[in-house]
């Protein structure tokens, strides 16, 4: 089964020219890797509500099945991203923030008050991670072990979710 993805970065100083956005290229690098089939350059935005949910709902029309949003995760002013991407999602899967915001945790306190979300429509997956290049990389590997299962799962393959383990009996 073969997925296409789109990284969308929101900074409003990427998209003026006064940030280079390293969390995208990053982002799409290693998703290219784990067989995502990526466009080539991530989307630049500014922080801007209606222009993500814009975005959201654009890339949700082109038939992307993973949407991958860097930066506007915090508690600035301008972070608006979870609510940008709650306007579109049917379900959220707080179980991959929740991983997400745990794995950071490990290596800064600042972790907490990530507002990140994971979320889908119909089948498409949104996944928000930081602006920052390392936490962007570091959230992603954080879900990484479970993500195509989940855009399996998301595109209807019938195969149980189960995974069985080493020495476990079934009936």
């Known amino acids: 089964m073969k997925f296409k993805g789109v990284v969308i970065t929101l900074s409003d100083k990427g998209y003026v020219g006064q940030r280079e956005d390293t969390s995208g290229p990053a982002l799409i690098e290693i998703l290219s890797s784990i067989g995502i089939e990526m466009e080539p350059m991530a989307r630049i935005l500014p922080d801007t509500h209606d222009m993500i949910v814009s975005a959201l709902q654009e890339s949700i029309a082109t ?3 993973l949407i991958v949003t860097t930066g506007g995760t915090g508690v600035s002013p301008r972070d608006v991203t979870p609510e940008a991407t709650r306007v579109v999602i049917e379900k959220e899967i707080p179980g991959m923030a929740e991983a997400m915001r745990a794995a ?3 290596k800064t306190p600042h972790a907490m008050i990530s ?3 994971v979320g889908i429509v119909g089948t498409t997956m949104i996944i928000n991670l930081p602006g920052s290049r390392k936490g962007a990389v570091e959230n992603l ?3 990484q072990p479970a993500l195509l299962h989940a855009l ?3 595109c209807g393959d019938p195969e149980d979710c189960g995974v069985p383990v080493h020495g476990a009996h079934h009936s």
């Open 152 to 154: 399996k799962k998301l």
């Open 104 to 106: 950071s945790m490990l």
């Open 63 to 65: 038939g992307y099945h």
């Open 141 to 143: 590997a954080a879900i």
């Open 115 to 117: 507002r990140a979300l």
